[in-house]
């Protein structure tokens, strides 16, 4: 029969076991965080706001605010129109919660993302532009494109 | 009736100091996940039903979660009420449901927790597949009544359900063998309030 093991040591073991479990769960979200955009200029790029029953368009000839977060907050900046938003550490990323003073759920309708027409399937400030690059905020019911 | 029912709270809510554990995880349940709000996963209702099953059990293996979750349910509600009324019911029922099969699980193995190591590692292997279970079971939910109407397969969902499983069970391995401990103790040993009737009743250097 095996010596029955000490409370010290089973706890020393519990520790290793569990520290070398939460480093290796640690690791893995780490490694499945988004990558960050890098900054650097685009041209010719434009930004549409569809509201319930308002619109703006945004289109700077070249800006260094390369993300579709970026981008928005740059609008808000410029016309002065609101934007909240929560900031997610893991994963990491926005979620915009209003735009101009419509909030997320008014109506069933939340705030979503198209890049050139596609649906955005990563957080706001995670999706780099391009040059011409085209972006649609809409206040919109149901996830058109996925 | 008033006796009888006061007998019932009595046998329900036990002493004193289950009591105030009793609160004190509903209190550690709603202001944990509150601060953790911004790590998604990352919550500590998991933690409380789990303790309160197996340290407490009585009333409090329902009252905990269900107490925490009035609370933090509102605040969802609030946020993403636009779903709608069906769906946010049908998505609180899983989850509710879920923490309070958490604790009923807990209330299973009480027989064999005490102020011991195995009882911390025992609570905290239990916590791993349980949150695998909590994880799969509201993400049925939330299928059913988010995403299935959008045209979302149950093999997409599970396949983005995945990675927020990961935050979960990190979040169990950090917080179930840090409360398990602190609770473990405070139910085996109380707290120093406790022995207060053989403290010194006046300080030590007068006569």
Redesign the interface.
């Given at each position: 029969m095996a010596p029955r093991l000490t409370?010290r040591t089973?706890?020393v073991l519990?520790a290793a076991v569990?520290m070398t479990?939460?480093a290796g769960?640690?690791g893995?979200?780490i490694l499945?965080q988004p990558a960050p955009v890098r900054v650097h200029a685009v041209g010719s790029v434009r930004l549409d706001v569809e509201g319930a029953g308002w619109s703006i368009r945004y289109a700077p000839d070249a800006t260094n605010n390369n993300t579709v977060f970026g981008l928005l907050l740059e609008a808000s900046a410029k016309f002065g129109f609101t934007v909240a938003y929560?900031?997610?550490?893991?994963?990491q990323g926005v979620f915009v919660?209003a735009i101009n003073g419509s909030m997320?759920?008014?109506?069933?309708?939340?705030w979503q993302y198209w890049v050139n027409g596609a649906y955005g399937t990563v957080a706001a400030d995670h999706a780099a532009l391009h040059d011409d690059d085209v972006v649609l905020w809409s206040f919109a019911a149901?996830?058109e494109g996925? | 009736m008033a006796g009888r029912l006061r007998r019932a709270a009595v046998a329900g809510l036990g002493d004193a100091r289950t009591r105030i554990l009793g609160v004190f995880l509903i209190v550690v349940a709603v202001l944990g996940t509150v601060v953790l709000r911004a790590f998604a996963n990352f919550e500590t209702v998991f933690v409380a039903a789990l303790l309160a099953g197996s340290l407490l059990g009585r009333w409090w293996t329902i009252l905990v979660p269900v107490a925490a979750l009035a609370v933090l349910q509102s605040l969802d509600w609030t946020t993403y009420g636009g779903y709608g009324l069906q769906a946010m019911i049908g998505l609180s029922f899983f989850i509710v449901s879920g923490y309070v099969f958490v604790g009923i699980l807990g209330r299973r193995v009480r027989p064999r927790i005490m102020f011991r190591v195995s009882s911390v590692a025992l609570l905290t292997t239990i916590s791993v597949p349980l949150t695998i279970a909590y994880d799969l079971w509201t993400a049925s939910g939330e299928w059913y009544f988010i995403t299935r109407p959008l045209g979302i397969t149950w093999d997409l969902m599970l396949k983005g359900q995945l990675p927020f499983t990961l935050y979960h069970l990190l979040s169990s391995l950090i917080f179930v063998p840090l409360f398990g401990t602190a609770f473990l103790f405070l139910h085996a040993y109380g707290w120093p309030a406790r022995f207060r009737g053989i403290a010194p009743s006046r300080p030590m250097d007068r006569p």
């Open positions: 409370e089973q706890a519990f569990l479990a939460i769960l640690y893995t979200t499945l929560l900031t997610y550490q893991i994963p919660t997320n759920g008014e109506g069933g309708r939340y149901s996830v996925l | -």
